[in-house]
């Protein structure tokens, strides 16, 4: 099993930048990649970015270009997205994800997920 747990989230002003951390814990080395999704009130979870714990190119939302990076960091139990030029629109719960397979962008290819932390841009 895989524990997944995020934080960083919190209320930030358009135009501001946030840096949300999802820390992984248990058998990190059966998962092959990390994603973020985020799920806003009466909508679907929609894939934001994700990367392979390996390293290498990364994914993201045609919503997110240029705005928001996903990085890794000490060995496998650290997952960030750091968000900036926040939009109110980017207003969501954001959830980390992990899969053992392969990088993805859908929601049902991933095996774990964290609770979520909530993001919230004011306008």
């Known amino acids: 099993q895989v524990q997944l747990v ?3 989230g919190g209320l930030v002003q358009a135009g501001g930048s946030l840096r949300l ?3 992984a814990s ?32 990364a994914y993201y939302a045609d919503s997110v270009k240029g705005r928001f990076t996903i990085s890794t960091g ?7 997205l750091q968000m900036n030029s926040l ?10 994800a992990a899969t053992r397979i392969f ?10 997920w964290g609770p979520g932390t909530q993001v919230t841009v004011s306008s």
């Open 6 to 8: 995020e934080s960083g």
């Open 21 to 23: 951390s999802c820390a």
């Open 26 to 57: 248990g058998r990190t080395y059966n998962t092959y990649a990390m994603g973020w999704f985020r799920q806003a009130p009466g909508k679907e979870r929609d894939f934001v970015a994700a990367v392979k714990w390996s390293g290498g190119s």
């Open 74 to 80: 000490n060995g496998r139990s650290m997952v960030y």
């Open 87 to 96: 939009k109110p629109e980017d207003t969501a719960v954001y959830f980390c």
């Open 103 to 112: 990088v993805s962008k859908v929601p049902s290819e991933y095996d774990y």
